[in-house]
């Protein structure tokens, strides 16, 4: 979720030497989305974060409401991590293209409780999370802290925009998965995902394509048949067309460089990746070099 704040919260105390330029507030884990400063809010659904606040204690539970979560990761950590190394080797970067996420300065914009951050810092790399429930972050930094990650990932309870403002070109990729949904704006998300972003960076994105089959699987499906997720966790009409996600980063100043459909079969379910883009699917672009 993404919203305008007066000051960066950190929600936990990990930090390297390459991070010492973020915020140093003590921790506030207390302040609530909707206590934020509405006069500057402007792109945050205050019932979006507090739906997602509530299942805080859910997160790291495999068999809970983040079930689905955590079976697609290593589906999308590794169309991550391919797309990482494709997009720094085309930008002849100094950056060693071969490692992957290894060694690479990573954002995750609306982390929830931390699954695919502490993924992505598994492999390597230096993740900052962002997200704007408290509860959540609270879970992430525990499961952080218990997993002995604090050398390499972060918890920060920031809105996007305003780290984009003081951290523009800090980052080598960026990562934005299911979250674009559950904004007012997603385009501005966009926008500060390409700031924030080194040349040549990467950005991942993820969201579920709007017609009337996605409606079918993705909330019908999902919500009230399979339950694989909590009702009214999706809102039709806040879905995002990938012409729009197109559009959205290319006026961001974004390159495409790949995208690809998750499927699941209810049957055998069993997740997988095909070209197919109907309903679940990621977009992977990339910052130019000049």
């Not at 019932?47 to 999308?76: C, D, M, Q, Y």
């Not at 930094?141 to 920031?158: C, G, K, P, V």
């Amino acid at each position: 979720m993404s919203q305008a704040s007066s000051s960066a919260q950190p929600v936990n105390n990990q930090s390297n030497n390459d991070s010492n330029d973020y915020a140093n507030n003590e921790p506030d884990t207390n302040t609530a989305a909707s206590d934020f400063n509405q006069n500057t809010a402007i792109n945050v659904d205050a019932s979006e974060v507090e739906k997602f606040n509530n299942l805080a204690s859910e997160w790291w539970n495999k068999t809970g409401a983040f079930a689905t979560l955590h079976e697609i990761n290593p589906l999308r950590l590794n169309w991550i991590e391919e797309n990482v190394k494709r997009g720094f080797m085309s930008a002849d970067s100094s950056k060693t293209a071969e490692m992957g996420l290894a060694a690479k300065k990573v954002l995750d914009v609306g982390c929830g409780g931390g699954i695919l951050a502490e993924s992505m810092a598994r492999r390597g790399a230096d993740v900052t999370g962002i997200d704007l429930g408290t509860e959540n972050l609270k879970a992430a930094a525990l499961h952080a802290e218990q997993s002995n990650l604090d050398d390499t990932l972060r918890y920060q309870h920031i809105p996007i925009e305003q780290l984009a403002a003081t951290h523009a070109g800090q980052f080598d990729v960026v990562t934005c998965m299911e979250m674009l949904e559950h904004v007012p704006d997603p385009a501005a998300i966009v926008e500060a995902c390409f700031t924030l972003l080194v040349p040549g960076g990467i950005c991942v994105l993820s969201t579920i394509n709007r017609n009337p089959k996605s409606y079918l699987f993705a909330i019908v499906g999902a919500e009230y048949v399979l339950r694989l997720l909590d009702r009214g966790t999706h809102d039709y009409a806040k879905f995002i067309t990938p012409a729009e996600l197109d559009k959205m980063a290319i006026t961001a100043g974004f390159t495409r460089q790949d995208i690809i459909g998750l499927h699941y079969n209810p049957l055998t379910k069993r997740y997988w990746l095909a070209q197919n883009v109907d309903v679940n699917y990621m977009m992977a672009v990339q910052k130019p070099l000049a």
